[in-house]
């Protein structure tokens, strides 16, 4: 019997879509007492809260503590002070590499997948035919793996391989891709830099198409029957509506290249002669190799304060107003 009233409700529903919005209004009823509910808002909160506290909170709390101690993971912590730091910004010319070239990496990957990024989204946006097809091209690199990639590039940029050995057959004598480190910013990192806009500025292409996708077609189609052009349409309608998603899209690429490293390691394992080093290979190198521990983490605390001193100007000076679409 209660089967068959089920779907007698059911078929009611079906004809008589009027009743619809009574069962909206009862699902906003249930909501709202279910988030007066104190006990179901712990239960569903605790999950992230735990997970966040033992895999992010706690290990930086310790990282920030084992800063200010040589420690070496066998023995004991042993507290030294500002000690880490002094060695870090006064006496360790590999950080003062590191850090050059992570500043000058999060620059050119902020600047160089705003600008592609937006414009691979708008040709995108504009054409019909094989838009799926070329979506998935861009996109592809982001998935596949940054160690396989790092091992084909290598490959592609050795001095007698790839295209070394296509411009030899023109007579052609190739530049050192990888071990040329002659100038302020070597032609290595210039390389990776460059392989690294490659592989992931298909990310930053699709959060802007879908920032895009969402902005209303009545807007442009009273733009163009006001006489715009599209390049108009898009920087009167299209950029400012999706200024929150490259505010995002920024953040994500800074913090992402300055903790870059999987690309660096396996195409020059921050070499020749630590030319090529980042923040990441430099805390990967101390820790890993010469188990400094402390140190390391003194690495990781200046590396975590870079990522929050970005994120927060950023978010300072890129306005974002909030518009209805």
Known sequence: ???KNSAMVEINLLREPETLPQLLSLGEVF??????????IILFVAPAFL???FVLFIPICQSVYFSFCSYDALTKPEFIGLENYKQLLFQDKTMRIALKNSLFF???SCVSQLIMGLLLAA???NINKGRNFF???????CVLSSAALGLLWMFIFSPKLGINQILSTWGIEGPLWLMDVSGFINLPMKVIAFVALWQYVGQSMMLYMAQISGIDKSLYEAAYMDGATKKQAFFRITLPLIRPMVATAMSLNCIGSLKFFDLIFNMTEAGPNHQTEVLATHLYTQGFKYFKYGYASAIGVVLLALCLIMTFVINKFV???SYEM
Do not use: E, G, Q
């Open 123 to 125: 040709f995108l946006m």
């Open 319 to 321: 306005k974002v107003d």
């Open 31 to 40: 909501m709202d007492k279910l988030l007066r509910n104190k006990k179901a």
């Open 106 to 108: 999060m620059i050119f």
């Open 135 to 141: 979506k998935n091209v861009y996109y592809l690199p």
């Open 1 to 3: 019997m209660h089967s």
């Open 51 to 53: 997970l966040f506290t």
